[in-house]
């Protein structure tokens, strides 16, 4: 499969039942995570960010304090593709894993 596809809307609507607590917002791939600590925050967005160049995909993300907010969208296609859910697949595994 493409992963720099935008993907249907069947194949979207059944990634957002993969993913517990992600939304769309503003055509975005949306998610709040909140930590123990501001260094758990940092910890697991310095996970996700080896993750992110790995795949050359990287997210839109703020932190304040033990909250991430996080937003996927493949910005040349300006869509959703199956980019943005492998990589909000690894945030969630390892979310789970801290």
Same mark, same amino acid.
């Given at each position: 499969?493409?992963?720099?596809? +935008?993907?249907?809307?069947?194949?979207?609507?059944?990634?957002?039942?993969?993913? %517990?607590?992600? #939304? !769309?917002?503003?055509?975005? /791939?949306?998610?709040?995570?909140?930590?123990?600590?501001?260094?758990?925050?940092?910890?697991?967005?310095?996970?996700?960010?080896?993750?992110?160049? +790995?795949?050359?995909?990287?997210?839109?993300?703020?932190?304040?304090?033990?909250? %991430?907010?996080? #937003? !996927?969208?493949?910005?040349? /296609?300006?869509?959703?593709?199956?980019?943005?859910?492998?990589?909000?697949?690894?945030?969630?595994?390892?979310?789970?894993?801290?």
């Amino acid at each position: 499969m493409n992963e720099r596809r +935008k993907l249907t809307e069947d194949e979207l609507r059944k990634g957002l039942d993969e993913l %517990v607590g992600w #939304d !769309l917002l503003d055509g975005k /791939l949306h998610k709040q995570y909140k930590f123990g600590s501001f260094a758990e925050a940092m910890g697991w967005m310095t996970m996700v960010a080896i993750y992110a160049d +790995k795949i050359d995909h990287h997210p839109e993300w703020s932190n304040v304090y033990n909250r %991430v907010t996080v #937003d !996927l969208i493949t910005h040349d /296609l300006y869509a959703v593709s199956a980019l943005d859910l492998l990589l909000a697949r690894q945030m969630e595994f390892l979310h789970r894993g801290r």
